[in-house]
């Protein structure tokens, strides 16, 4: 039904920037939360950022200032923009779509794509 697709991800040394992009297939996109994890291995998943169908957005503390999420319907596409990156931002990045309607939930997850930080 939903599949997602992360690109993006690479090799940056701090201080440097990427865009991770997200495209989801699926005609639920517009009617759904958005989200970006990172993992790290022997650590728990993270949420980084969040943004609403209403293009609220909320951020991880360790991220504030520095990443911005988007999206854009039209394109099924949810972004991560990263910028002033550091050695801890080094993870497994994950896009998900989470939607709740008449309280059953439903998540979709992509397969990940790697950003490492060199220091």
């Known amino acids: 039904q939903v599949q997602l697709v992360e690109s993006g991800g690479g090799l940056v040394q701090a201080g440097g920037s990427l865009r991770l992009s997200c495209a989801a297939s699926g005609s639920i996109f517009s009617l759904s939360a958005m989200a970006w994890y990172r993992q790290t291995p022997g650590k728990q998943r993270e949420l980084v950022a969040g943004?609403?169908?209403?293009?609220?957005?909320n951020y991880a503390d360790s991220v504030k200032g520095r990443f911005t999420i988007s999206r854009d319907n039209a394109k099924r596409t949810v972004y991560l923009q990263m910028n002033s990156l550091k050695p801890e931002d080094t993870a497994v990045y994950f896009c998900?779509?989470?939607?709740?309607?008449?309280?059953?939930?439903?998540?979709?997850w992509g397969q990940g794509t790697q950003v490492t930080v060199s220091s």
């Open positions: 998900n779509l989470h939607r709740v309607t008449g309280g059953v939930v439903r998540d979709y």
């Open positions: 943004i609403t169908i209403l293009d609220t957005t």
